[in-house]
């Protein structure tokens, strides 16, 4: 990941180059679809390999992040990483969405256990999107992120983005 979109999560990649080029003076490069429309953090945590949706996932819960590009649109995005394959990222993504203020007030009664079985977790995440798109106080969503202006999500690229995902195997050293 680059260092200027863990910051402004809400950007795209045509968005970093234009900066890049205008500060250096260079073409800006030559970029895919995905690239010039979907926020790049967004494209990392649905996707990247495990590594970049954990780098992702995590940034999207770090407050000078969340300072720079907005609050609490990261929800339901982060909300689909609750069921992803690595259960650190299941586990990263429910400590970053805890970090929104509007995380509590939705959250619900739901026990949610990063390391539980597919089918909980499933039913955790489905509820919380339900209280998602029911709720009455949705934050400013920006362009790019794949979350529409009334909450719901813009489910063909998302399905898109998960179906295509980097699914090599990846072992961390600690």
């Known amino acids: ?13 045509e968005w970093t180059s234009r ?17 010039a429309e979907v926020a790049t953090s967004v494209r990392w945590i649905l996707g990247g390999d495990a590594v970049q949706r954990a780098i992702g996932s995590w940034h999207m819960g770090w407050q000078p992040a969340i300072d720079i590009s907005g ?11 609750r069921t992803d394959d690595y259960s650190v990222n299941r586990f990263v993504s429910q400590k970053a969405m805890q970090s929104h203020s509007l995380f509590s007030r939705l959250n619900g009664d739901d026990s949610y256990d990063f390391i539980d ?40 690229v998302i399905d898109r ?7 090599r195997s990846i072992m961390v050293a600690e």
């Open 117 to 156: 079985e597919l089918e909980p977790l499933q039913q955790v995440q489905d509820n919380f999107l339900k209280r998602w798109l029911d709720s009455s106080s949705l934050p400013v969503i920006p362009e790019a992120v794949l979350v529409k202006s009334d909450g719901s999500l813009e489910k063909a």
């Open 161 to 167: 983005l998960i179906k295509d995902r980097d699914r």
């Open 19 to 35: 900066k890049m080029a205008s500060w250096y003076g260079h073409k800006p490069v030559e970029l895919d679809r995905d690239q």
């Open 1 to 13: 990941p680059n260092a200027c979109n863990l910051c402004h999560l809400d950007k795209t990649l």
């Open 71 to 81: 609050e609490n649109w990261q929800l339901p995005l982060l909300n689909l990483i």
